[in-house]
């Protein structure tokens, strides 16, 4: 069962302009989503994550956004940095069992 | 502080065999979580220790199992291995809900 999917396996951006990464779910019982960035052969990396009982939430660069009557969330990505040019995944958790989506590649290009 | 550490970091196994996959957490965090990662399945969620009690598991068959210590380090035992095992293992630990830090992982291959 996908509760968590992400449609995107890939996206292109250019250096500089936003990045948005889409991820939508099925369980309204989630409390909390995250979102993980991933290279090959490594863990995934803890980028930012929002509780259920908000709609944004903010760090640097990263925002996560909740929409839950949609039960849709977002990572925006502003300013895009070709250090950026990972796989996310993101994750919905409940009572710490965490579900990821298939991740999407993103390419971020000079 | 140091990150979550896993090891060994690859280990190859034959069908039929057994292996045993060690984690240590985070200092402080007590909540230890197992996934799997497959190429075809991608991160899947094992089971979950908090104080040395399974909280959550997930959907895997009873070869799957684990233990966490009264320092929370935490092990993950397969037994049995089939050639379908091969993945990468990852163990995150947390602190407060809403988190969790991986670890890089134990690239497991059966063969």
């Known amino acids: 069962d996908q509760q968590v999917k992400q449609n995107s396996p890939s996206l292109s951006v250019q250096e500089g302009r936003i990045s948005i990464l889409n991820c939508d779910y099925t369980?309204?019982?989630?409390?909390?989503f995250l979102w993980y960035k991933k290279y090959p052969a490594e863990g995934p990396t803890f980028l930012i994550s929002?509780?259920?009982?908000?709609d944004k939430n903010e760090d640097g660069r990263f925002t996560v956004f909740l929409n839950k009557s949609a039960k849709h969330l977002s990572l925006h990505i502003v300013p895009s940095q070709p250090g950026d040019s990972a796989v996310y995944f993101c994750a919905a958790s409940l009572n710490n069992d965490m579900r990821f989506g298939a991740g999407t590649r993103l390419t971020v290009k000079p | 502080k140091a990150g979550v550490t896993q090891t060994p970091r690859y280990l190859i196994k034959t069908r039929g065999q057994q292996v045993t996959l060690s984690c240590s957490p985070i200092?402080?965090?007590?909540?230890v979580s197992w996934y799997q990662q497959t190429p075809g399945q991608g991160l899947q969620f094992l089971f979950e220790y908090f104080s040395e009690t399974q909280r959550n598991k997930g959907n895997f068959p009873g070869r799957f199992s684990g233990r966490q210590f009264s320092n929370s380090r935490s092990e993950m035992n397969v037994s049995t291995l089939e050639l379908g095992d091969s993945a990468l293992y990852l163990c995150?630990?947390?602190?407060?809900?809403?988190?969790?830090?991986f670890g890089q992982g134990t690239r497991l291959t059966v063969v």
């Open positions: 995150a630990s947390s602190l407060y809900p809403g988190e969790a830090f």
């Open positions: 929002i509780s259920s009982i908000k």
């Open positions: 200092s402080g965090h007590r909540s």
């Open positions: 369980n309204s019982m989630f409390d909390y």
